[in-house]
């Protein structure tokens, strides 16, 4: 066990005690909150009297390696992200509201429906050209984890940005992979002679970044503007490039901007995915209800015969929906942070201005009164638990699942993978629905069968995954063991 794990073994344990722990975290006290009510008024007062930019500072300055100019730029705006200024940030002009202007681009041109659909066609898109290399009928080994890694982390990053950052470098996923893997590490700020390989992957990969961004520049300096998404691969691409150009942001910070983007799309996805899939291939009854279900949304085009997934209708069945939201509530170790912009009360207890209020995921998530069942403990992976039967008949030509829906209704507090309030993760419908497209894909493209189990260095394994312990507290905890299949491509 590690002594990250041990942490939060002993914070779950007092918060079984009192909804409210204080703790001593170096020179800032922590309150870890826990429990449906006080974890629903955090989330409902972010962005209000809790907030999280002084933390995001942090993360932009270790982990995305902004420079200090453009850090100050930042920490000068403390209006906020709302369209009303905070309190003492009312005198800042619209225009030099530089988080709220940040968080406009992610809502418009991420979270908006429109630009949503259009990111995930391309995903689906960039990822059937890869799936359509395998020769049908003949069979291949793959590693599921490394598979998904691999090719999910492509499409995502091909499908904002184009293709050109991967033929300039093939070395991009892997240097992506490895800046993920210090991600944690770079967040605490530890001195470079001390975290010397996770400075290393972060400057190599902004580098690639860098490159392809300098590239885009030039090649949008010689077409009319209105022309240049195709340039920058998608309108988030582009707006995020003149949100931070107006600022005055170096190239340096730029490629951070995109180095970051693309580590947030891909850390929590891939392994979401990852243990979803794998749940679907581990149960045979549970592989063809999946592929049967997921049929429903494949459509063929009326004049060139091709065929894609209805993102819509897909994103509405009930059974892959329920695998992915219990998987999502498994394998989420996230601390929800926020800082207390005046005193709060909350659970009986008044918690000073200024300080930090965590609400862990990992508490939450697997709270037996909430998710446990007198069948299934909240601690084990039941496919059913988020599907409800609607209250109606069947109606004629109805395939079963028209009768079932997918629900975590009235369980705000309990189950909070995307944060909440003003706060709320903007890629959320774009990560969900890359996730359900990659197994949509996969089942209905390919036969699998199970190999077996390995330890993540190639060797036997005699037991199935597990979380990985050193991923607790830092997002999406990818499994401890990579399961080996062979799939043969259908026609």
């Known amino acids: 066990m590690t002594k990250k794990e041990l942490f939060f073994k002993r914070v779950t344990k007092a918060l079984l005690e009192s909804p409210v722990v204080e703790c001593q975290l170096g020179p800032e006290k922590v309150y870890f909150v826990t429990g449906q009510v006080i974890v629903s008024t955090v989330l409902q007062c972010s962005s209000i009297n809790l907030i999280s930019e002084p933390w995001m500072l942090l993360i932009l300055k270790n982990v995305a390696g902004y420079t200090d100019a ?90 904002v940005v184009g293709r050109d950052i991967l033929d300039k470098h093939p070395a991009f996923i892997d240097a992506l992979g490895k800046y993920d893997s210090y991600a944690e590490s770079l967040a605490f700020g530890l001195p470079s002679w001390l975290n010397k390989r996770g400075i290393k992957a972060r400057e190599d990969l902004r580098t690639m970044c860098l490159e392809w961004y300098e590239e ?28 931070a150009k107006s600022f005055g942001f170096s190239n340096e910070s730029i490629a951070s901007v995109y180095m970051f983007l693309f580590l947030g799309m891909n850390t929590n996805t891939i392994p979401i995915c990852t243990w979803a899939l794998m749940e679907i291939i581990a149960d045979a009854d549970l592989f063809q209800a999946t592929r049967v279900e997921v049929l429903q949304a494949l459509v063929t085009h009326p004049v060139s015969g091709d065929r894609t997934f209805d993102i819509q209708k897909l994103a509405s069945l009930p059974l892959i929906q329920s695998i992915y939201t219990e998987s ?164």
């Not at 049908?136 to 984890?145: F, L, P, T």
């Not at 520049?217 to 490039?241: I, N, T, Y």
Request: net charge positive.
């Open 328 to 491: 999502l509530r498994l394998h989420l170790s996230l601390n929800l942070t926020r800082t207390a912009t005046e005193d709060f009360t909350i659970g009986g207890f008044t918690l000073p201005k200024g300080c930090t209020i965590q609400a862990p995921t990992q508490v939450s998530h697997y709270e037996e009164a909430v998710w446990g069942t007198p069948t299934h403990r909240a601690s084990e992976f039941w496919t059913y638990r988020h599907i409800k039967v609607r209250d109606k008949r069947p109606q004629p030509g109805d395939t079963g699942s028209g009768t079932l829906a997918s629900s975590t209704t009235g369980r705000t507090g309990s189950f909070f993978p995307y944060g909440g309030g003003g706060y709320m993760c903007p890629g959320r419908n774009l990560a969900k629905q890359e996730v359900l497209l990659m197994i949509a894909m996969i089942v209905t493209k390919f036969d699998i069968d199970f190999i077996g189990w390995t330890k993540l260095d190639g060797s036997p394994s005699q037991r199935s995954a597990q979380n990985d312990s050193r991923y607790a507290g830092a997002g999406s905890v990818p499994p401890d063991r990579e399961m080996r299949v062979r799939w043969k491509r259908l026609q």
């Open 70 to 159: 453009d850090l100050a730029k930042l920490a000068g705006d403390n209006s906020g992200i709302g369209k009303v200024p905070l309190p003492g940030g009312e005198s800042i002009l619209p225009a030099n509201r530089i988080w709220y202007l940040k968080h406009k681009v992610h809502n418009d041109y991420l979270a908006a429906p429109r630009h949503t659909e259009a990111l995930a066609a391309s995903f689906q898109n960039f990822l059937a050209k890869k799936l359509s290399t395998f020769p049908i009928g003949e069979w291949a080994q793959v590693s599921v984890m490394n598979f998904i890694r691999r090719e999910m982390a492509a499409a995502s990053i091909c499908s």
């Open 216 to 243: 885009a520049e030039q090649g949008a300096s010689m077409m009319p503007s209105q022309e240049s998404d195709s340039v920058f691969g998608s309108r988030l691409s582009k707006e995020l490039r003149d949100w």
